[in-house]
Antibody, heavy 120, light 107 residues
Framework: EVQVVESGGGLVQPGGSLRLSCAASGFTFSSYEMNWVRQAPGKGLEWVAYISSSGSSIHYADAVKGRFTISRDNAKNSLYLQMSSLRGEDTAVYYC?????????????WGQGTLVTVAS | EIVMTQSPATLSVSPGERATLSCRASQSVSSNLAWYQQKPGQAPRLLIFGASTRATGIPARFSGSGSGTEFTLTISSLQSEDFAVYYCQHYNNWPVTFGQGTRLEIK
């Protein structure tokens, strides 16, 4: 059974930092490209960051470029998002979403999300 | 950045009826389009990729069509569990972007 579980969310002050984690099981993690997608309260979906299966290729949304860093550890079947210089507009549920290496960038497996709240 | 525009914002349909949801891209995305369903408090679920290919386990009442800039998601006979928010997403280039969603509600 495929399982994707995010963790690390919480309340953080503006300007602060937070590290999200995503633990995957039930599929060959090293064969999947991984992403973070977020959803502000009551709003739509916004892609945030992408990392290739090997970690050699990375892309970011302009809204987070220079502030967020995506990484992965294939030995631990884990994905990470280091977030710094956080702003109120970063408040959202953050989802870990995956797609098979070599397929298009559609999101096949999703976690249940972890809520990040940026407020003083 | 390619802007995805979904219409209508809200669609009211009776159970058993057909629902047609539209998605328009600001420039051609070929057939690089996916559709998702999201219910309250849940993660999105992939329905369609490649504009018209159903994902694993998706019932045949869901169908996708279109290419270029105009796309449609059709639900042929609405079941109670189909009332949700639907998003389209292009993956033609970076950044991938989503439409703002269509809320499908019971009439």
């Amino acid at each position: 059974e495929v399982q994707v579980v995010e963790s690390g969310g919480g309340l953080v002050q503006p300007g602060g930092s937070l590290r999200l984690s995503c633990a995957a099981s039930g599929f060959t993690f090293s064969s999947y490209e991984m992403n973070w997608v977020r959803q502000a309260p009551g709003k739509g979906l916004e892609w945030v960051a992408y990392i290739s299966s090997s970690g050699s290729s990375i892309h970011y949304a302009d809204a987070v470029k220079g502030r967020f860093t995506i990484s992965r550890d294939n030995a631990k079947n884990s994905l990470y998002l280091q977030m710094s210089s956080l702003r109120g507009e970063d408040t959202a549920v953050y989802y870990c979403a995956s797609h098979y290496d070599g397929s298009g960038v559609w999101f096949e497996y999703w976690g249940q999300g972890t809520l990040v709240t940026v407020a003083s | 950045e390619i802007v995805m525009t979904q219409s209508p914002a809200t669609l009211s349909v009776s159970p058993g009826e057909r629902a047609t949801l539209s998605c328009r891209a600001s420039q051609s995305v070929s057939s690089n389009l996916a559709w998702y369903q999201q219910k309250p408090g849940q993660a999105p679920r992939l329905l369609i990729f490649g504009a018209s290919t159903r994902a694993t386990g998706i019932p045949a009442r869901f169908s996708g069509s279109g290419s270029g800039t105009e796309f449609t998601l059709t639900i042929s006979s609405l079941q109670s569990e189909d009332f949700a928010v639907y998003y389209c997403q292009h993956y033609n280039n970076w950044p991938v972007t989503f439409g703002q969603g269509t809320r499908l509600e019971i009439k």
